[in-house]
Nanobody, 124 residues
Framework: QVQLVESGGGWVQPGGSLRLSCAAP????????MVWYRQAPGKQRELVAA???????NYADSVKGRFTISRENAKNTVYLQMNSLKPEDTAVYYC??????????????????WGQGTQVTVAS
């Protein structure tokens, strides 16, 4: 069973920054879209950001201008740079590798490969 390896979560004060990483096997990373979702207590799961193998990106309105998704092909790793963090960004963040050509707007644990989740806490 392939599992993506996430890192970089933690605690940060409002206005601070964190960078999440997600490493995948090269055979997957080269062709799959890489997607970040998050789930906060009592809230719906939501798409945060996505990047295709062709480097097209998509962001949730709530994070536009603050978060940046990028991929480093040499390391088979996708990053989520999170700046100007707010308490409402507090959530468990999950990385998902989605097959090319499909939709990634909806959370679906049966599609693609997933990371274990990493906690991000934004608080004073």
């Amino acid at each position: 069973q392939v599992q993506l390896v996430e890192s970089g979560g933690g605690w940060v004060q409002p206005g601070g920054s964190l960078r999440l990483s997600c490493a995948a096997p090269g055979s997957i990373f080269r062709i799959y879209a890489m997607v970040w979702y998050r789930q906060a207590p009592g809230k719906q799961r939501e798409l945060v950001a996505a990047i295709t193998s062709g480097d097209s990106t998509n962001y949730a309105d709530s994070v536009k201008g603050r978060f940046t998704i990028s991929r480093e092909n040499a390391k088979n790793t996708v990053y989520l740079q999170m700046n100007s963090l707010k308490p409402e960004d507090t959530a468990v963040y999950y990385c998902n590798a989605r097959p090319p050509g499909g939709s990634y707007t909806n959370w679906d644990r049966s599609i693609g490969y997933w990371g274990q989740g990493t906690q991000v806490t934004v608080a004073s």
